[in-house]
């Protein structure tokens, strides 16, 4: 568990064999360790770890970001949290297996202003993290955090 409060319970989403992308990611961030992260030295990658920690806190006990362009949404249902050069997708689920966008991607464009679903269901689950180099995020980026999320609703489902 990340962060739990009034409004979600930020967690780690699990993969069939039980590892967590994103757990992993966040424990060599937290050590200024994550060799995959060519844009934030070791004091930096600290940093950052600490500025995510306390978003999710807020978020987990307010139901928001510390600023509307702390996130985006990126395609069926997957959502990142964003902060520097680091970024960590996330879905939203009740925790029973079930799951279904909020919002579709197609007409979020027409937005002024970012969506934040309010109807976000409790548990917000981590997916990945990754170092976004590039203006649009990789699609292999979010591929692989709908893997992750298919794998975690169906670890859910589970007696």
């Given at each position: ?8 319970a ?5 993969r069939t064999?039980?590892s967590?992308?994103v757990s992993e ?7 200024g ?5 060519e ?8 940093d ?27 395609l069926?249902?997957i959502?990142?949290?964003k ?11 009740d ?12 007409p979020?464009s027409r937005?002024?202003a970012r969506?934040?679903?309010d109807?976000?269901?409790y548990?917000?689950?981590?997916t ?11 699609p292999?980026?979010i ?8 794998e ?8």
């Open positions: 568990m990340i962060a739990h409060g009034e409004q979600f930020v967690e780690c989403a699990v064999d039980l967590s992308p990611f966040l424990d060599d961030v937290q050590a360790a994550a060799d995959r992260v844009g934030l030295e070791a004091d930096e990658q600290i950052w770890f600490d500025w995510f920690m306390a978003a999710c806190d807020g978020l987990a006990d307010f139901g928001t970001l510390p600023h509307s362009h702390d996130h985006n949404q990126l069926d249902g959502w990142e949290i902060h520097s050069v680091l970024r960590v997708s996330f879905f939203d689920t925790g029973t297996g079930t799951y279904e966008p909020l919002i579709d991607r197609t979020y937005f002024a969506p934040w679903p109807d976000f269901l548990y917000l689950r981590l990945t993290a990754f170092e976004k180099t590039t203006q649009k995020t990789p292999a980026e591929e692989l955090a709908k893997t992750v999320r298919t975690d609703l169906e670890h859910d489902r589970q007696p």
